[in-house]
């Protein structure tokens, strides 16, 4: 039987080599822990980045999936389907959106969250057409997403790039305020940046932002593909900020392990008309049944509730951490997403070691990793995760 270092050195013929990756080849999951082609064991809390908000081989999601595979998994959306049409009033029932477009993905979220911003500024704003996006930020991979993506390195090898996207530093509202023109039509931020290694801003930074759009006329796009579906400790990250977003999209969470991304809208908002937008297998009856049913469980269940108990939990843990070795220079968490920052360029270290230890990680930057963990990790997984890391960061 082939091992993991067989199926590495075959993945390195043949596959493009645009992803760094771990050498571990995962096979199995269950809840929190996965295993590797060796049969080793790891507590996953990358839990694929932050997709995995069951955790692996939930019978909710395994369920569904089933189910719906021996029903009906695509039609085209000339058609009506149920599922999605399900999926849909459960988000828009309870969130304060009133419509909502299923694509595949973060990135295809956001593409279409900012052609509907396009068009808004056409016929609202007099054309106008940019959109103020923070430094440090991440919006995808897709060119679109890449222009309003501010960070050089993931648009250097692309240009030239869309025009129209202008980049102030994050939580600096004066910084928008400032960038603010004629040709501004909307604002897209991340609640709290999460690929650019959980950065949370002011209590009163989205406030002030709501405010500032509203006196403008501007969208407000909060960009939820991470912080959405409970990871920040709430449904939606912007009820964490207080304010209410004119737009807001969604993908990893929501889909539990199947790729699904979503944009909603207030109905204000919506300028988009038929015929504007589509998605071959977007919103799909596969996707969006499972989709269903992790969030019926998650709202159900209040698995939101329960991220802010283990929020405390984990930041105790990584206290400790930080108490036992003086290189661990900063931590921030919010919700289940957390960052443990080093004071030299460490991580890529880090993550061997955490291999090694059994807990998978991710290296957010060169001096932090990041932990995402399924939102119905236990206590006792969290301090075994700890225990595991704490074996790890001692060897450096
Ligand atoms: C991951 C991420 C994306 C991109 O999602 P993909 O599904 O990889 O396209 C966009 N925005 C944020 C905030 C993300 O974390």
């Keep these: 039987m082939a091992n993991s270092a067989d199926w590495i050195a075959k993945e390195q013929k043949y596959y493009a080599q645009t992803v760094r990756r771990q050498p571990v080849v995962i096979v199995k999951g269950e809840g929190?822990?996965?295993w590797d082609a060796d049969g080793k064991e790891y507590l996953d809390f990358v839990a694929g980045w932050a997709?995995?908000?069951?955790?692996?081989?939930?019978?909710?999601?395994?369920n569904a999936i089933v189910e719906q595979a021996g029903t009906l998994l695509q039609t085209s959306n000339q058609y009506y389907t149920i599922p999605q049409i399900q999926l849909a009033e459960l988000l828009i029932e309870n969130s304060c959106m009133d419509r909502v477009f299923f694509g595949n993905s973060g990135a295809e979220a956001n593409e279409g969250a900012l052609k509907l911003a396009r068009k808004y500024g056409k016929e609202n704003r007099d054309g106008a057409y940019e959109i103020i996006t923070a430094l440090n930020s991440f919006h995808g991979r897709t060119m679109t997403a890449v222009a309003a993506t501010g960070q050089p390195h993931y648009q250097e090898a692309f240009q030239p790039l869309q025009p129209g996207y202008v980049h102030v530093d994050f939580n600096d509202v004066e910084a928008i305020m400032n960038a603010t023109t004629d040709k501004t039509a909307a604002i897209m931020l991340e609640p709290v940046q999460g690929e650019g290694g959980v950065v949370i801003p002011d209590e009163d930074y989205l406030v002030r932002v709501r405010e500032w759009?509203?006196?403008?006329?501007?969208?407000?796009?909060?960009?939820?593909?991470?912080?959405?579906?409970?990871?920040?400790?709430?449904?939606?990250?912007?009820q964490e900020y207080n304010v209410e977003?004119?737009?807001?999209?969604?993908?990893?969470?929501?889909?539990?392990?199947?790729?699904?991304?979503?944009?909603?809208?207030?109905?204000?908002?919506?300028?988009?008309?038929?015929?504007?937008?589509?998605?071959t297998f977007?919103?799909?009856?596969?996707?969006?049944?499972?989709?269903?049913?992790?969030?019926?469980?998650?709202?159900d269940n209040d698995i939101?509730?329960?991220?802010?108990?283990?929020?405390?939990h984990l930041i105790e843990g990584l206290h400790k951490l930080k108490s036992q070795f003086s290189f661990i220079s900063d931590i921030r968490c919010k919700g289940l997403l957390a960052a443990l920052e080093f004071d030299s360029d460490i991580s890529a270290q880090v993550l061997t070691n955490a291999n090694a230890a059994g807990i998978l990680l991710n290296g957010v930057r060169p001096n932090a990793v990041r932990?995402?963990?399924?939102?119905?990790?236990?206590?006792?997984?969290?301090?075994?995760a700890m225990e595991r890391l704490s074996g790890a960061l001692a060897q450096i």
């Design 51 to 62: 997709v995995d908000n069951l955790g692996h081989s939930h019978p909710a999601i395994t």
């Design 304 to 312: 939101p509730a329960y991220v802010k108990q283990m929020e405390g």
């Design 371 to 384: 932990f995402m963990p399924p939102l119905n990790v236990t206590p006792s997984e969290i301090d075994e």
């Design 282 to 299: 977007g919103g799909n009856a596969l996707t969006t049944a499972a989709a269903y049913a992790g969030t019926k469980f998650l709202i």
């Design 213 to 238: 759009c509203d006196k403008n006329n501007l969208l407000l796009i909060l960009d939820e593909v991470q912080t959405g579906m409970g990871r920040l400790g709430s449904l939606f990250g912007y």
């Design 245 to 279: 977003p004119d737009v807001m999209t969604l993908a990893k969470g929501l889909g539990y392990g199947v790729p699904i991304g979503a944009f909603l809208s207030k109905e204000s908002a919506m300028a988009l008309v038929p015929g504007d937008h589509g998605s």
């Design 32 to 34: 929190t822990r996965v």
